[in-house]
């Protein structure tokens, strides 16, 4: 039936690319120690791009048996969308592999209500005074794309992520010490714990007001905080902005940007990471990809149109939802460790700060490098330890400038950030405002 209607559509248009997802999923949410959330839900649906006139229309439907319909429409809003300056993605498949884990959609809802409970245990064992938060989603999908061009391609997705908090609500004072992850398959029970139990160890440590004034400090950056400095970077190798040529480094390929021990890779193929799969939204094969290295920018993110725009090869960056055209982004962000340990860090940030949260930095000028914003949790460092919170203080560097000159050290250890696998990374000369 697909190949019937694939070759009637290409009688009513030039080209062609459909798009088609489904999936299901479970999810369990605590909130206060409380069970307030069950969901488990199925979606699907398709989209289309046609190509009319050398002008491309999309159109797109949740649900996937409506071909005709969308079809239709995706033609009759052809001359009215942009120029097709670019070809649809070609027959081709991927030699790599990546795991799928059937288990992310045979969850049950006992076994992740039981699973909060203990989590609410867990941070009450350790900190009695914290209110528990958690929750668990788990899910499979699958995804075909068919171009005029000759590709058709189809995918298998698991995935599962958990977010557990200790946190307190008082006159003047919001305090939440939080753990989470995503991953391609599920995560053991004893891991999501063990998470639970440390972000009540870092409830504990924060309940405690360390004064600090304003002032140029060592800072240690976590992984979380760490994915907010790396954002300017994210931001400049996108291909709309290298197409539009807002980026600073339209021109940069080859230059060495940052200091040596920075490097940055987009692997789609990660074993652990939730982003990333064997097709990119277009149905373009996929690549592990250097985008720094050793300092010296390598590569961008394209989808097909920008790659054409600019000049470059493709590099399997779209990404998309049924309702949505592709866009450039990045699969899963693995910056590489350092040799130095945690505590080797901690120890090398006396009298500075460790920064595990921000808050605020969405309003940053990413496209000059500038990350500023409040520092939602941070901790004074005394001794190698973290003796506890530091309160109404703000950051405001240029990631550009701070990991090309100011880098102390980096850790071996690295974390999982939603689709970034990050180490902790020390850096000095930080200006610190505080009120």
Not at 301 to 325: F, I, Q
């Given at each position: 039936?697909?190949?019937?209607?694939?070759?009637?559509?290409?009688?009513l248009?030039?080209?062609?690319?459909?798009?088609k997802a489904s999936g299901?999923?479970?999810s369990?949410a605590?909130?206060?120690?409380?069970?307030?959330e069950?969901?488990?839900?199925?979606s699907?649906?398709?989209?289309?791009?046609?190509?009319k006139g050398?002008k491309i229309?999309?159109?797109y439907?949740s649900?996937p048996d409506?071909?005709?319909?969308?079809?239709?429409?995706?033609?009759?809003?052809?001359?009215?969308?942009?120029?097709?300056?670019f070809?649809?993605?070609?027959r081709?498949?991927?030699?790599h592999?990546?795991?799928?884990?059937?288990?992310?959609g045979?969850?049950?809802v006992?076994?992740?209500v039981?699973?909060?409970?203990?989590?609410?245990d867990?941070?009450k064992?350790?900190?009695?005074?914290?209110?528990?938060?958690c929750?668990?989603?788990?899910g499979?999908s699958?995804?075909r794309?068919?171009?005029?061009?000759g590709q058709?391609c189809?995918?298998q997705?698991?995935?599962?992520?958990y977010f557990?908090a200790?946190?307190?609500t008082?006159?003047?004072?919001?305090?939440?010490?939080?753990r989470?992850?995503?991953?391609?398959g599920?995560?053991?029970?004893?891991?999501?714990?063990?998470?639970?139990r440390?972000a009540?160890?870092d409830?504990?440590?924060?309940?405690?007001?360390?004064?600090?004034?304003?002032g140029?400090?060592?800072?240690?950056?976590?992984?979380g905080?760490?994915?907010?400095?790396l954002m300017?970077?994210?931001?400049?190798i996108n291909g709309?902005?290298?197409?539009?040529?807002?980026?600073?480094w339209?021109?940069s390929?080859?230059?060495?940007?940052?200091?040596e021990?920075?490097?940055?890779?987009?692997?789609?193929?990660?074993?652990?990471?939730?982003?990333?799969?064997?097709?990119?939204?277009?149905?373009?094969?996929?690549?592990?990809r250097?985008?720094?290295?050793?300092?010296?920018?390598?590569g961008?993110c394209?989808?097909l149109?920008t790659?054409?725009?600019?000049g470059?090869?493709?590099?399997?960056?779209?990404r998309?939802?049924?309702s949505?055209?592709?866009?450039?982004?990045?699969h899963?962000?693995?910056?590489?460790?350092g040799?130095a340990?945690?505590e080797?860090?901690?120890a090398?940030?006396?009298?500075?700060?460790?920064?595990?949260?921000?808050?605020g930095?969405?309003?940053?000028n990413f496209?000059?490098?500038?990350?500023s914003g409040n520092?939602?949790?941070?901790?004074?460092?005394?001794g190698?330890q973290?003796?506890?919170?530091?309160?109404?203080?703000?950051?405001?560097?240029?990631?550009?400038?701070?990991?090309?000159s100011?880098?102390?050290?980096?850790s071996?250890?690295?974390?999982w950030?939603?689709?970034q696998?990050?180490?902790w990374?020390?850096?000095?000369d930080?200006?610190?405002?505080?009120?």
């Amino acid at each position: 039936m697909v190949k019937k209607f694939t070759e009637n559509l290409n009688s009513l248009c030039d080209a062609f690319e459909m798009f088609k997802a489904s999936g299901r999923s479970l999810s369990v949410a605590y909130e206060n120690d409380r069970l307030t959330e069950i969901r488990q839900g199925e979606s699907s649906g398709m989209s289309i791009r046609a190509v009319k006139g050398g002008k491309i229309g999309f159109s797109y439907s949740s649900k996937p048996d409506e071909v005709d319909a969308v079809a239709g429409a995706a033609i009759r809003m052809a001359p009215y969308g942009k120029p097709y300056n670019f070809s649809f993605a070609p027959r081709q498949k991927s030699e790599h592999t990546r795991p799928y884990d059937a288990r992310c959609g045979e969850l049950s809802v006992e076994k992740l209500v039981g699973l909060g409970l203990a989590v609410k245990d867990a941070i009450k064992s350790i900190a009695p005074e914290a209110m528990a938060e958690c929750s668990f989603s788990g899910g499979v999908s699958q995804s075909r794309i068919e171009t005029s061009a000759g590709q058709d391609c189809s995918e298998q997705e698991s995935s599962f992520g958990y977010f557990v908090a200790a946190k307190i609500t008082e006159e003047g004072n919001f305090l939440s010490t939080y753990r989470y992850r995503s991953s391609n398959g599920q995560v053991g029970e004893d891991e999501i714990l063990e998470e639970a139990r440390e972000a009540a160890r870092d409830f504990v440590v924060a309940r405690k007001h360390a004064p600090v004034k304003a002032g140029r400090y060592r800072v240690l950056f976590s992984p979380g905080a760490l994915s907010d400095i790396l954002m300017p970077i994210a931001v400049s190798i996108n291909g709309l902005n290298i197409e539009k040529k807002t980026s600073r480094w339209v021109n940069s390929l080859g230059e060495r940007l940052f200091d040596e021990r920075v490097t940055l890779l987009d692997d789609p193929f990660h074993e652990d990471g939730p982003g990333g799969g064997l097709y990119d939204g277009e149905g373009v094969c996929t690549q592990r990809r250097a985008i720094i290295e050793k300092g010296v920018l390598k590569g961008f993110c394209h989808t097909l149109s920008t790659a054409k725009a600019c000049g470059h090869e493709p590099t399997g960056n779209a990404r998309r939802a049924v309702s949505s055209v592709p866009q450039p982004g990045l699969h899963n962000l693995v910056m590489a460790g350092g040799s130095a340990t945690r505590e080797q860090l901690l120890a090398q940030a006396e009298g500075g700060l460790y920064i595990d949260q921000m808050l605020g930095t969405f309003t940053s000028n990413f496209l000059a490098g500038q990350v500023s914003g409040n520092i939602s949790l941070g901790y004074a460092v005394q001794g190698g330890q973290r003796i506890g919170r530091v309160k109404n203080c703000a950051l405001n560097v240029n990631t550009f400038d701070l990991l090309k000159s100011h880098i102390v050290a980096i850790s071996g250890e690295r974390e999982w950030v939603g689709g970034q696998y990050l180490p902790w990374v020390l850096v000095e000369d930080v200006a610190i405002s505080a009120r």
